[in-house]
């Protein structure tokens, strides 16, 4: 079984469209992260929740919105894609925020902006 | 600041062993990450040491900490070709801010 999923696993796009990537994970765990991974795979987190509620949100444009609808669930909305947004997205999730707790990774959204 | 660095590539024949270092700024660290990334693939977690142990070992794989000195390292025995991939090593901040280093390449020598 899966622990932390995503999809799509890929994703090509024209620059302006509008794009989700969804994220499940079923370790129970509450807290769920986004990072983006660039070309020279530099990996930076740019949001978390942690039960449902915003508790990272690094100095990411406007355009990028996460969605919470519940615990095992993290989307992340992109508005007005951009060349430079090419990436790939991974989602994380913990058991709790913060602290000591280990931070499993899903398998990656390869996003390519045309 | 918050800052991890690694070198970025490293090269070893199959059979030795492998060192991969990574240093890092944050004095309040309480626990570091070593997490493996296959080509093309997710991140897999390898190995963690709490700050305030100097060593762990987890069967190939010896996590050294030195918190006076910043520096942390992970060995790999007896190093495989299946051990070719890029190892991140991540410093842990609070709210679960995991800071990461540029990545090594591991390239393994038949």
């Known amino acids: 079984d899966t622990a932390v999923s995503q999809t799509p696993k890929y994703l090509v796009t024209q620059m302006g469209n509008d794009k989700s990537i969804k994220c499940e994970q079923n370790?129970?765990?509450?807290?769920m992260y986004w990072y983006k991974q660039d070309s020279k795979k530099f990996l930076k987190i740019m949001f978390s929740y942690n039960n449902k509620e915003l508790i990272i949100n690094e100095t990411v444009p406007n355009r990028f919105s996460p969605k919470s609808p519940d615990k095992a669930h993290l989307n992340l909305h992109i508005n007005s894609l951009e060349l430079g947004d090419s990436a790939v997205y991974f989602c994380a999730s913990s058991p709790l925020a913060g602290g000591t707790d280990t931070q499993y990774f899903g398998p990656g959204t390869r996003l390519t902006v045309l | 600041g918050e800052d991890v660095e690694q070198s970025l590539f490293l090269s070893v024949r199959e059979g030795d062993s492998s060192v991969i270092n990574c240093t890092y700024t944050d004095s309040s660290s309480t626990y570091l990450y070593w997490y493996k990334q296959e080509p093309g693939a997710g991140l897999q977690l390898l190995t963690y040491i709490f700050s305030n142990m100097d060593m762990k070992q987890d069967q190939r794989l010896t996590v050294l900490l030195n918190k006076k000195d910043k520096h942390l390292s992970l060995r790999i025995a007896d190093t495989q070709t299946g051990d070719s991939a890029i190892y991140f090593c991540?410093?842990?901040?609070?709210?679960?801010?995991?800071?990461f280093g540029q990545g090594t390449t591991l390239q393994v020598k038949p």
């Open positions: 991540a410093d842990l901040h609070d709210v679960g801010k995991l800071i």
């Open positions: 370790l129970g765990h509450d807290t």
